[in-house]
């Protein structure tokens, strides 16, 4: 999955912003108190491509399903693995009763709007992302 990441990364421009180690990767999905999920599409014990989501509160709406990433490596793009990791997240957030789902994707990044438009989702350009690193 991690390597998916770093491909994700070169993809998106900036190889150098991931700085996650394999250790608490691993330790945040799978230790004692994960704080994320994954639905993982895999082809012959490969990994073809995964969706990462996270639950978020909202105090207008409540519980949320943050996506944090879709991705698919690019040479099974175009198959239908993304689809069906994004139907397995609506079902997901639906069987859990959270009230939708919420995720960001770069400006430029025409493909991955036109697949989120499959699902009828809406753009909100109302709001600025806030970013405190540490």
Do not use: C
């Amino acid at each position: 999955m991690l390597e998916l990441v770093h491909e994700l990364a070169m993809y998106e421009r900036a190889p150098h912003e991931v700085t996650v180690s394999l250790e608490h990767f691993i330790e945040s999905g799978f230790g004692a108190n994960p704080v994320w999920w994954a639905f993982v599409a895999e082809e012959g014990n490969v990994i073809k491509g995964f969706a990462l989501y996270y639950i978020r509160y909202s105090t207008w709406k409540g519980q949320k399903m943050y996506l944090e990433d879709i991705i698919v490596t690019e040479s099974a793009r175009g198959k239908g693995v993304g689809g069906m990791l994004m139907d397995a997240l609506i079902s997901e957030a639906k069987e859990k009763q959270l009230q939708g789902i919420t995720w960001q994707v770069l400006n430029w990044n025409e493909p991955a709007f036109n697949f989120y438009r499959k699902y009828n989702a809406r753009f909100d350009e109302e709001w600025t992302n806030g970013i405190l690193d540490f």
